[in-house]
């Protein structure tokens, strides 16, 4: 919905599209920008995969790298810096929003450099987990992570906790302003809960569990079917498992070594996300670590309730015991019992469930979350002394 409170700005927004919550993230904010009236370039290497069906205002620009048989590795930063200078001299942009800081913070800053300081977007960068979790710090980026978080003019964070290690571990000299995720609770609805498609999934009588990430070793899948195991041992109960990643084979052979084979479905990416997270009884989510759990959230909103790992900003997103259970990081025996409570105990998955989708619904929606975002740009435009001029729109 467009908020005639705010000017209309030309937003470039940076993003890894493949499946993971940065791009998704980046991708529906953009969206939601674009129905807000602003105009919104995305640059990225492939259409972000939540934007076939873009919107009249949204534009995209894939950065193409040329392969040379000198280039080890492509340099794709170079290429995207080139991209995004090459795109703000032809249409100014007000704004350059990168998700996920390597390499695109970085980037964003060579493009400034390359521009005439009349050309230069403010800059924005949107922390999402590992980039200050994980690669972040890996000796090979941690200087030139700090460094492009020292010159982007805005720096925000998905949770409250990421925030709060992102200055411990960096000691920017910036604040980070903390926006979380959100959830589109109309898309993600349990209205689309019916018996003919959980009958794809589960014979009558079982209990759907679920799952759903990039498969990457921080998102431990192989406690899911661990869990799952342990669950099914007194339970009748079906896993689906969606997304794709370095962990799908060896969860696939572990379900095989434990015997639980035909008992859980691997259906690889799927489009159609909400469908199948509203046919769920449960969503287990056992990571290592998550800066947030957008996957938990749209699960949430679907009224699903959730057991996931205590860690990171997932007691932000899931109510213990209120919206589902939150069980230490490997603790597969834990979180099957806190399953089979919700899953057993009298009216509990029904209030769990309610639980679960008003939370979505009130503390993240996207119409109060992507209005956060329009006032922070408009006050790091501000800050930077560059208002968005009504020549650089449209
Ligand atoms: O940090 C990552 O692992 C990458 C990122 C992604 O693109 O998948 O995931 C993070 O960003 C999501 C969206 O903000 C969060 O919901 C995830 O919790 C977070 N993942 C981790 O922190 C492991």
């Not at 193409?64 to 794709?76: A, R």
């Not at 898309?187 to 014979?203: I, Q």
Request: some cysteine; overall charge negative; charged content about 20%.
């Amino acid at each position: 919905m467009e908020n005639p409170a705010q000017r209309k700005l030309n937003i470039g927004i940076v993003c890894h599209p493949a499946y993971g919550g940065s791009g998704v993230v980046a991708s529906e904010l953009g969206l939601e920008l674009a129905a807000r009236g602003h105009q919104v370039h995305f640059f990225s290497h492939s259409l972000p995969f939540r934007v076939p069906n873009a919107h009249p205002n949204t534009f995209f620009h894939e950065v193409e790298v040329t392969s040379y048989p000198l280039f080890k590795y492509p340099p794709y930063t170079l290429a995207l810096a080139t991209k995004l200078a090459e795109v703000c001299r032809e249409r100014p942009m007000d704004i350059l929003h990168v998700h996920y800081a390597i390499p695109h913070a970085i980037a964003a800053y060579l493009c400034t450099q390359m521009l005439e300081p009349q050309q230069r977007p403010v800059t924005i960068t949107t922390l999402h987990g590992t980039d200050i979790t994980l690669v972040g710090l890996d000796s090979s980026f941690f200087e030139i992570t700090r460094f492009s978080l020292d010159h982007s003019d805005g720096i925000t964070a998905v949770s409250d906790q990421l925030a709060g290690e992102t200055l411990q571990r960096f000691s920017t000299r910036k604040t980070v302003e903390i926006v979380p995720n959100f959830v589109d609770s109309g898309k993600f609805n349990p209205a689309l809960r019916s018996e003919s498609k959980r009958s794809a999934y589960t014979r009558p009588g079982e209990f759907l569990i679920g799952h759903l990430s990039n498969f990457r070793p921080v998102k431990r899948v192989l406690d899911v079917i661990r869990t799952f195991h342990i669950l099914h041992r007194n339970l009748p109960a079906h896993l689906v498992m969606i997304g794709e990643g370095v962990d799908l084979e060896p969860a696939r052979n572990l379900a095989a070594e434990l015997g639980i084979k035909e008992h859980v479905t691997f259906l690889g990416p799927v489009d159609k996300v909400p469908e199948v997270l509203s046919q769920l009884d449960l969503f287990l989510l056992p990571s290592e670590y998550e800066s947030f759990g957008l996957a938990a959230l749209e699960a949430m909103a679907c009224g699903v309730p959730v057991v996931a790992s205590r860690t990171g900003g997932l007691p932000e997103v899931v109510e213990d015991g209120v919206c589902g259970h939150l069980c230490e990081v490997s603790d597969v025996s834990a979180m099957a019992t806190r399953a089979a409570e919700i899953l057993t105990e009298d009216g509990k998955a029904a209030a769990f469930s309610a639980a679960a989708r008003q939370r979505a619904k009130t503390l993240f929606d996207p119409a109060e979350i992507v209005g956060r975002y329009e006032d922070y740009y408009m006050q790091i435009l501000e800050k930077d002394g560059v208002s968005a001029q009504p020549e650089r729109n449209g």
